[in-house]
């Protein structure tokens, strides 16, 4: 069967080597363009952008897994969330760095004044200081070092950076008058966070736990 296929595949040793590489692609591209001159006229702002996009875009992936494992019942995805997971913070200081850079020449006090000047610089900073210690938490000792609970509490932050990220676009993009993209990933956010509170509420979670204990205990 298709899903049966589908979580040998997410569980063999391959799956994570070939998900890092992927997910350095669009890294690897950006290089390549800006080596090659080949980012348009104004590569400096190109690079802020695209890797804002991917910031975005990674968040979305990351948030997809726990509706697509529960969905599916693909429960080998959850192995590959906390590489995802790092690569939302490895977008972001990507981001960052080249803001800091191509922006404002990494002078510090100018930074320093810039954030809390423009507030859709203040709401992405925001964003990237709360997903910092949900990076520094992604390794096996923070977790047990933490407790389940706490961690998975601390974790939840991602809701809202994902509110933030939109926020931020949004903003960038009232200059400009210039929504549709926005419009869309507020869409798919909205869907996944909405899709959790579905989750949660509606005791969903509960059988689906109980479902797999059954199949746990089948497979012992
Ligand atoms: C999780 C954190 C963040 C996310 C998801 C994010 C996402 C984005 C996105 C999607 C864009 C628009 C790209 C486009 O137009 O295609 C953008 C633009 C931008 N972001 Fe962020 N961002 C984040 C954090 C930050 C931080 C920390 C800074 C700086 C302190 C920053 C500064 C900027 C700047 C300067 C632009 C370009 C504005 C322009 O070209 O007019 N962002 N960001």
Redesign the pocket.
């Known amino acids: 069967m298709l899903r049966d296929r589908l979580n040998r595949g997410l569980l063999s040793g391959a799956a994570k080597p070939l998900l890092f590489a992927v997910c350095l692609l669009p890294f690897c591209w950006l290089v390549y363009g800006a080596v090659a001159d080949q980012l348009g006229a104004n590569p400096a702002?190109a690079l802020?952008?695209?890797t804002?996009?991917w910031?975005?875009r990674m968040?979305c992936v990351v948030l997809a897994v726990t509706p697509l494992r529960v969905s599916f019942r693909l429960p080998g995805l959850a192995r590959l969330r906390r590489m995802l997971g790092l690569y939302?913070y490895f977008y972001?200081v990507l981001?960052?760095l080249c803001?800091?850079w191509f922006?404002m020449g990494f002078d510090w006090q100018e930074?320093a004044r810039?954030?809390p000047k423009r507030p859709?610089?203040l709401v992405?900073?925001t964003?990237?200081v709360l997903?910092t210690p949900l990076a520094a938490t992604s390794w096996n000792r923070a977790i047990r070092w933490l407790g389940g609970p706490r961690w998975q509490a601390l974790h939840r932050l991602v809701y809202a950076?994902a509110v933030?990220?939109v926020l931020?676009?949004f903003w960038?993009?009232a200059?400009k008058n210039d929504f549709a993209?926005v419009y869309l990933?507020a869409a798919l956010l909205g869907s996944l966070l909405g899709w959790r509170l579905w989750y949660a509420l509606s005791g969903e979670r509960r059988r689906t736990t109980v479902a797999y204990a059954r199949v746990d205990q089948r497979a012992r």
Do not use: K, P
Request: proline share 0%; hydrophobic share 60%; no cysteine.
């Open positions: 702002e802020i952008r695209a804002g996009d910031t975005l968040l939302v972001a981001h960052l803001y800091a922006d930074i810039d954030i859709f610089i992405g900073f964003a990237i997903l950076v933030l990220a931020h676009f960038m993009r200059g993209e990933y």
